[in-house]
């Protein structure tokens, strides 16, 4: 398990960017199961929608790259480098995500190049999936 300052060593993503806040479970390379508590006081909700609290679908999709980022991250060749979201597949939004919710990020890598990958993304609240996507890395 990865705890928000071991996250911050691996990921150069701070405040309000940073989308994950907890690593359940890790294999380097291969998968990632993470959490990010959705909270009202994040200041998308102060216009996504007043009165409507919803999290934004693309804020569920960077939630799951950070958390495959920090699957490839980990693996020794690319220690130090940076993970770039290179793009968005077959993206699917089932279930809003609202304030007080936890999303349960699960990354499964399915591919990957010397300097670029692609994964299966899934994010569940509860047993509830809310949003699935595949995604393609680029290693810098």
Do not use: W
């Not at 060593?9 to 405040?15: A, D, G, K, S, V």
């Amino acid at each position: 398990m990865l705890e928000a300052e071991e996250i911050m060593t691996i990921l150069p993503h701070r405040y309000p960017m940073l989308m994950v806040d907890r690593v359940l479970a890790l294999t380097p390379g291969e998968r990632v199961v993470a959490i990010k508590n959705v909270s009202m006081n994040e200041a998308i909700f102060q216009g996504h929608f007043p009165g409507n609290p919803t999290f934004p679908g693309v804020f569920e999709l960077e939630a799951l790259a950070q958390a495959g980022a920090i699957a490839l991250l980990t693996l020794p060749e690319f220690k130090g480098k940076t993970v770039y979201l290179g793009g968005i597949s077959k993206a699917k939004f089932r279930k809003m995500v609202r304030p007080g919710d936890t999303l349960r990020l699960e990354v499964a890598l399915t591919k990957r190049l010397a300097n670029a990958g692609s994964g299966d993304a899934k994010a569940y609240v509860g047993d509830d999936l809310a949003c699935s996507a595949t995604l393609t890395f680029a290693i810098q």
